[in-house]
C-alpha cells in the first residue's frame, strides 16, 4: 500500500481504535475546538494555549501517534498536512510561517496523535536561544 490514500472508512475505523485519544474526539467532533481547515484527510484548529499569533495544529485524521510511527504505508497522511498547511496559508494571506513536530516526551509531544503546529504573525529567530535552557 505503498503512498496509499486514506478512505474515510478506513480513517474512522482507525480512531475508532484509540477511544482516549484527545485529537481523535476532537476530529470526531466530541470535543470542540476553533477549526481553521478540514478536508478529508486532515483537521486544522486554533490552538488553545498560542505561543504567536497565529498558532494552529494540523493534524491527519488518520491516528498515527507520533513522527516515528510513519511508514510507507501511511506516509501519504503528512504528505497530506503539509498539503492543507500551504492552502491555509493562502487563505490567510500568510506568506511567513513555521511548522513544528514534537515527537516524544522530552521534545515537548503531549498528545500523542502526530500534529504540526502552524506558527505565524511574528518574526521568529533561529539558534540555541530559541530552545531556551538544555539539561
Known amino acids: 500500500m505503498i503512498g ?3 478512505s ?7 480512531r475508532r481504535i484509540i477511544m482516549d485519544c484527545l485529537f481523535c474526539k476532537i476530529i470526531d467532533g466530541e470535543i470542540p ?5 478540514e478536508d478529508e484527510f486532515v483537521f486544522a484548529f486554533k490552538d ?4 504567536a499569533p497565529v498558532h494552529y495544529l494540523i493534524i491527519p485524521k488518520v491516528h498515527i501517534s507520533c513522527a516515528n510511527e510513519i511508514t510507507e504505508e501511511n506516509s501519504n497522511a503528512v504528505a497530506k ?3 492543507a498547511a500551504a492552502k491555509i496559508a493562502k487563505a490567510e494571506g500568510i506568506e511567513s510561517y513555521r511548522i ?7 521534545a515537548g509531544q503531549t498528545v500523542k496523535h502526530l500534529h ?3 506558527l505565524a504573525g511574528i518574526k521568529m529567530g ?8 538544555t539539561e
Not at 8 to 14: E, F
Not at 33 to 37: A, C, E, I, L
Not at 126 to 133: A, I, R
Request: charged share 15%; aromatic share 16%; net charge negative.
Open 4 to 6: 496509499a490514500v486514506f
Open 8 to 14: 474515510a472508512p478506513y480513517i474512522l475505523i482507525q
Open 33 to 37: 475546538s476553533t477549526k481553521v481547515y
Open 48 to 51: 488553545i494555549a498560542p505561543i
Open 81 to 83: 498536512v503539509f498539503e
Open 100 to 106: 513544528i513536530n514534537n515527537c516524544g516526551d522530552d
Open 116 to 118: 504540526f503546529h502552524m
Open 126 to 133: 533561529w539558534g540555541p536561544e530559541s530552545l531556551g535552557k
